[in-house]
């Protein structure tokens, strides 16, 4: 009795609450297309941020990167100490790693070998995190190794490897799958020092806070190195990269996806204002004489309109509901396969389409409605009666 | 003055190719405190008379006069003010909201209107028409003369000054049906209303202040 009883302030709730009431496998019905409808919105809506977050976090260690290395128009082979100075020059406050790159093959004591890139670079610790061990700030000393080869070759941390012709301990394992680097192949990652027979360093990477600062410090660096020659061809002297684009590619595939999803889950809600509308306007028919009555003794246009449009609302809210409840039951489980954390589906980003979800329900509800109870409200009561 | 006065009203319908004069030049009125009856046989124009009383349907020609203010061009809107403050319905299939309970369906009329609480007024209502022990009741748990004296009371909800009646003992044996004529003969008197009834009931016309007999249209 306690909803009833609030309702009796509202009389077009309370007489649409009661009609709604009357027959409650119609309304069940009704309402279960609502409820379909929002499912296809919400759930489709949060698999497109959960697909999008899963793919962002694992690009995210590579669009916040800097690449540079020689460019076409230099006249040195790699990059020399002067223009990393420069680089650390005119990028402050952002970490720039010089490195060394070799090949090399790694063996087991068992006699199984695996070929492996080699990187030499001081700062470890920027560029690599590691599942054992340490990544040293300053490396002069050992070597870190992809855990994944490290695996297959059963070397652990402390055993020696052997690299041009000197021997280094294992300091610590690196993540696998970090970035887009390695070519899939391991990685060796050896002091700078190993290498001091090279002239110039083969690359150097600028580590970033986030992908927009990496464009604005690639934008610099392009500016400051590569100037616009007389006749409007530019002089490369470093080739610089950064992964801004293949970010923007993959926001906008994502958008685009998210959309169609959208758009499929609004077919579905349609579909079920279509059904709404079915029913509303087969249950006012019926109810004609009733409304004839209610017109009768004088009730207005106006309220037997607010009263019917209010019982479309009911329908898109009961269905609503249900629809966000199943809805958030779908995307805990999405997020807990996806992102590992189902709390995730709380975030905004992802819960406006429950909200998007409930709120399309009510509006498509309410237009469905519009109709029926403009014409249970403009019927003629004489005619009404007559039934 | 009379409380309802309808002065050489013409009703025409237009059905296909052809023009029904449903009502000939009618001339009606009613006093406070009075029942009108009008009887005639089926076609003869009763119902529309009713309804024109009633303000729901408007003449095509002639003039309406509620409470000596001309109605007769009120538009839609301005008619359900009247009908919701001066007039009052009862049918003969009762038309009571199968899920309301006796007391809503009485106040059902007022429901909209939040600034007054007619509640009170509805049991009241229904306690004279002898309902005290029914007023949670819903129509389904009433018998036809209940369900009758409910519509009543909910004809009488706003104070009307006038009480239409449909048949109002059609769907009802000979007993029942007395009975709700003495209830509204007791109420016509109790609220100084003028009551009009149209009906086929021989027993009714016992209980009329007037007879008006209309044929084709025409009032004899």
């Known amino acids: 009795m306690g909803i009833t009883e609030l309702l009796w302030r509202f009389p077009s709730a309370q007489m649409a609450w009661r009609n709604l009431g009357r027959n409650r496998i119609r309304t069940a019905l009704a309402s279960l297309g609502i409820v379909i409808g929002v499912i296809s919105i919400a759930s489709l809506g949060i698999t497109g941020v959960a697909i999008q977050q899963q793919a962002t976090s694992d690009l995210g260690s590579l669009t916040n990167e800097v690449t540079i290395t020689s460019g076409e128009d230099s006249s040195t082979a790699g990059v020399t100490a002067d223009q990393v100075d420069e680089v650390r020059n005119v990028a402050s406050n952002v970490d720039v790693v010089p490195q060394y790159s070799d090949a090399t093959t790694i063996s087991s004591r068992n006699g199984q070998e695996e070929n492996v890139s080699v990187i030499g670079l001081t700062q470890a610790n920027v560029l690599y995190d590691v599942s054992a061990g340490e990544s040293p700030e300053r490396l002069q000393s050992g070597v870190l190794l992809t855990d994944s080869t490290a695996n297959q070759l059963g070397i652990e941390i402390g055993d020696p490897i052997e690299y041009n012709g000197q021997m280094y301990r294992v300091r610590g394992l690196i993540e696998s799958d970090q970035g887009f680097g390695g070519g899939g192949r391991g990685q060796l990652v050896v002091p700078e020092s190993a290498l001091s027979d090279r002239d110039n360093y083969d690359s150097v990477t600028i580590v970033t806070e986030d992908g927009d600062a990496a464009t604005e410090i690639a934008a610099i660096l392009r500016d400051h190195f590569n100037e616009e020659t007389h006749n409007g061809e530019v002089d490369e002297e470093l080739s610089i990269t950064d992964y801004s684009d293949v970010q923007e590619n993959i926001n906008s595939f994502m958008n685009t996806l998210r959309l169609a999803l959208l758009g499929i889950g609004s077919i579905s809600l349609v579909v079920a204002s279509v059904a709404i509308l079915n029913v509303m306007l087969m249950s006012t028919i019926e109810r004609r004489g009733e409304i004839g009555v209610l017109r009768a003794v004088g009730i207005r246009r106006g309220e037997v309109l607010r009263m019917i449009l209010t019982e479309a609302a009911f329908l898109g809210a009961i269905g609503g509901l249900a629809g966000v409840l199943i809805s958030l039951v779908i995307g805990l489980a999405l997020f807990r396969v996806l992102a590992g954390d189902a709390m995730v589906v709380f975030e905004w980003e992802s819960a406006r389409y429950l909200v998007y979800g409930f709120l399309f329900a009510i509006g498509a509800s309410v237009v469905s409605g519009l109709y029926p109870a403009w014409k249970a409200a403009n019927d003629r009561p004489v005619e009404a009666l007559r039934g | ?220």
Do not use: C
């Not at chain 2, 061009?73 to 009908?83: G, S, Y």
């Not at chain 2, 007391?103 to 429901?111: D, G």
């Not at chain 2, 009480?163 to 769907?171: I, V």
């Open chain 2, 1 to 220: 003055m009379s409380v309802i006065a309808l002065t050489d009203v013409v009703k025409r319908y237009q059905t296909g190719h052809e023009t029904v004069e449903a009502l000939k030049d009618v001339d009606f009125r009613a006093e406070r405190g009075e029942m009108v009856t009008i009887i005639g046989p089926s076609g003869s124009g009763k119902s529309t008379l009713l309804n024109m009383i009633g303000l729901l349907d408007t003449p095509t020609e002639g003039q309406i006069r509620l409470d000596g203010r001309d109605v007769t061009d009120f538009t839609e809107d301005e008619l359900t003010e009247e009908r919701r403050s001066e007039i009052g319905f009862v049918f003969q299939d009762f038309h009571l909201l199968p899920m309301l309970t006796a007391t809503e369906n009485v106040e059902l009329p007022t429901m909209w209107d939040t600034s007054v609480d007619r509640h009170d007024r509805a049991v009241d209502l229904l306690h004279r028409v002898g309902l005290g022990d029914r007023l949670d009741h819903r129509p389904d748990q009433l018998s036809g003369g209940q369900r009758q004296r409910v519509a009543i009371a909910r004809a009488l909800i706003n104070e009307p000054d006038i009480l239409l009646a449909d048949e109002p003992t059609g769907n009802l044996d000979q007993d029942t049906g007395r009975t709700i004529l003495e209830e509204l003969t007791r109420l016509k008197e109790d609220e100084n209303i003028a009551i009009v009834s149209v009906t086929h009931d021989e027993q009714m016309i016992g209980y009329a202040d007037r007879v008006v007999r209309l044929i084709d249209g025409e009032i004899q």
